[in-house]
T-cell receptor, first 114, second 114 residues
Framework: KAGVTQTPRYLIKTRGQQVTLSCSPI?????VSWYQQTPGQGLQFLFEYFSETQRNKGNFPGRFSGRQFSNSRSEMNVSTLELGDSALYLC?????????????FGSGTQLSVL | GESVGLHLPTLSVQEGDNSIINCAYS??????FIWYKQESGKGPQFIIDIRSNMDKRQGQRVTVLLNKTVKHLSLQIAATQPGDSAVYFCAENNYGGSQGNLIFGKGTKLSVKP
């Protein structure tokens, strides 16, 4: 069974631009979560989607948004990029049926904002 | 706010020795904990999980211990191998939040000396 796939693997943008990241969950998984990882802040929760609906959201500004499609694939978008948005963006999937489930992570998209 | 923290940022062990990585959590209502391993250039990889109704759980070469009295979690790796070199994160479920919302510790870097 294929794991969580994230594209692109690396991305370089400039301040003010916007970016869209893509995530394909493990087949059969209906929940997709997004995390931002930086050396200073560690892993921080962005949001979680289940059945095309955002179920939970972390403490990030409105410039960070996401969506989920009917096939459970998800995208996240960051508008008006800032230097501080440089980070590894990780997507994780789970079955989504119960409260306590292990998350399976992709390899991430490394975003650099210049 | 509630957070998960790690006692030691770095740990260096000799190949073949046992490793113990510690984690303190502050939310006494958390009832699900996970250990992840992250190698350079990869996303976090699930190692082992434990629910709050258990004190100990064993996997292949790994054991997780949970002490709810002092809100402490530990990961023990037996016969540590060079391939175990990575950053290890503990995570707790965000009690009261929905699925896919884990709170991660800052991580401990494990270095295995041959």
């Amino acid at each position: 069974k294929a794991g969580v796939t994230q594209t692109p693997r690396y991305l370089i943008k400039t301040r003010g631009q916007q970016v869209t990241l893509s995530c394909s969950p493990i087949s059969g998984h209906r929940s997709v979560s997004w995390y931002q990882q930086t050396p200073g802040q560690g892993l921080q929760f962005l949001f979680e989607y289940f059945s095309e609906t955002q179920r939970n959201k972390g403490n990030f500004p409105g410039r960070f948004s996401g969506r989920q499609f009917s096939n459970s694939r998800s995208e996240m978008n960051v508008s008006t990029l800032e230097l501080g948005d440089s980070a590894l963006y990780l997507c994780a999937s789970s079955l989504g049926g119960t409260d306590n489930e292990k998350l399976f992570f992709g390899s991430g998209t490394q975003l650099s904002v210049l | 706010g509630e957070s998960v923290g790690l006692h030691l940022p770095t740990l260096s062990v000799q190949e073949g020795d046992n490793s113990i990585i510690n984690c303190a959590y502050s939310n006494s209502a958390s009832d699900y904990f996970i250990w992840y391993k992250q190698e350079s250039g990869k996303g976090p990889q699930f190692i082992i999980d434990i629910r709050s109704n258990m004190d100990k759980r064993q996997g292949q070469r790994v054991t997780v211990l949970l002490n709810k009295t002092v809100k402490h979690l530990s990961l023990q790796i037996a016969a540590t191998q060079p391939g175990d070199s990575a950053v290890y994160f503990c995570a707790e479920n965000n009690y009261g939040g929905s699925q896919g919302n884990l709170i991660f510790g800052k991580g401990t870097k494990l270095s295995v000396k041959p």
